[in-house]
């Protein structure tokens, strides 16, 4: 699904019920739309939240957190750093929007042995991890789109030298990522470019 029919389906979704958005036969990525919130996320709309589960084989559904999707992506280009070029092109067509299983179709050639899931389940969740934000962010954001936060540590992670623990460590203190991997897409910054190429930030 493209990100506009996936976001239908978040918004559509009634309260207090939890569907099955994607299934590889192996993993099952859900939502559940709480008509309620936690005192931790009071400040939150209740129309925009939802949560997103993991279901691993015959496992109970688990809540991944970003941390899940990012080091996945770092394994991948760690192991193979040849492939950082084509795995910032697939991720970046899933931030503009295209359906992330379309996205993805140019790495299946790739055989990556390190990672925490299987690629589509990592795409299916980026996705899921962009809407989050840009429908969800309940306070004044630097970036707009909201989702520029998570998707500037994606580019960060799968381009950035650094190694596992320093990237964590900066993004574990709320620490945003680094102005190159997000200035060009941002609406409100000085430097945003709608017309940018595709990878800008390497260039």
Same mark, same amino acid.
């Given at each position: 699904?493209?990100y =506009?029919e996936?976001r239908?389906?978040v918004l &559509?979704?009634?309260f &207090?019920?939890m569907?099955?958005?994607?299934?590889?036969?192996e993993?099952?990525?859900?939502?559940?739309?709480?008509?309620?919130l936690s005192?931790?996320?009071?400040?939150?709309?209740?129309?925009?939240?939802?949560?997103?589960? /993991? *279901?691993?084989g015959?496992d109970r559904p688990f809540?991944?957190n970003? #941390?899940?999707? +990012?080091i996945?992506?770092? +394994?991948?280009?760690?192991? /193979?750093? !040849?492939?950082k070029?084509? /795995?910032l092109?697939? %991720? =970046?067509?899933? %931030?503009?929007?295209?359906n992330? /299983?379309?996205?993805?179709?140019?790495?299946t050639h790739i055989?990556f042995t390190?990672?925490?899931?299987? #690629? &589509?389940?990592?795409?299916i969740?980026a !996705?899921?991890f962009?809407?989050?934000?840009?429908?969800?962010?309940?306070s004044?954001?630097?970036?707009?789109?909201?989702?520029?936060?998570?998707?500037?540590?994606?580019?960060? %992670?799968?381009e950035s030298? !650094?190694e596992? &623990? !320093?990237?964590?460590y900066?993004?574990?203190?709320?620490t945003?990522?680094?102005v190159k991997y997000?200035?060009? =897409?941002?609406?409100?910054?000085? *430097?945003?470019?709608?017309?940018?190429? #595709?990878?800008w930030?390497?260039?």
């Amino acid at each position: 699904m493209t990100y =506009d029919e996936m976001r239908k389906i978040v918004l &559509d979704l009634p309260f &207090d019920t939890m569907t099955e958005v994607y299934n590889n036969g192996e993993q099952a990525i859900l939502i559940y739309r709480p008509s309620t919130l936690s005192e931790r996320f009071k400040n939150y709309d209740v129309k925009t939240n939802f949560q997103i589960f /993991l *279901k691993i084989g015959s496992d109970r559904p688990f809540r991944p957190n970003h #941390l899940r999707l +990012l080091i996945d992506l770092k +394994l991948r280009t760690r192991e /193979l750093p !040849q492939a950082k070029e084509e /795995l910032l092109i697939a %991720f =970046d067509k899933i %931030f503009y929007g295209e359906n992330p /299983l379309d996205a993805i179709k140019p790495l299946t050639h790739i055989r990556f042995t390190q990672y925490i899931n299987p #690629l &589509d389940i990592t795409a299916i969740l980026a !996705q899921l991890f962009i809407i989050e934000q840009n429908i969800g962010y309940g306070s004044r954001s630097t970036f707009d789109p909201p989702s520029l936060y998570i998707h500037g540590w994606i580019r960060t %992670f799968i381009e950035s030298e !650094q190694e596992i &623990d !320093q990237i964590v460590y900066r993004i574990c203190r709320n620490t945003p990522p680094a102005v190159k991997y997000t200035c060009k =897409d941002n609406k409100i910054h000085p *430097k945003y470019n709608p017309n940018a190429p #595709l990878l800008w930030y390497i260039n």
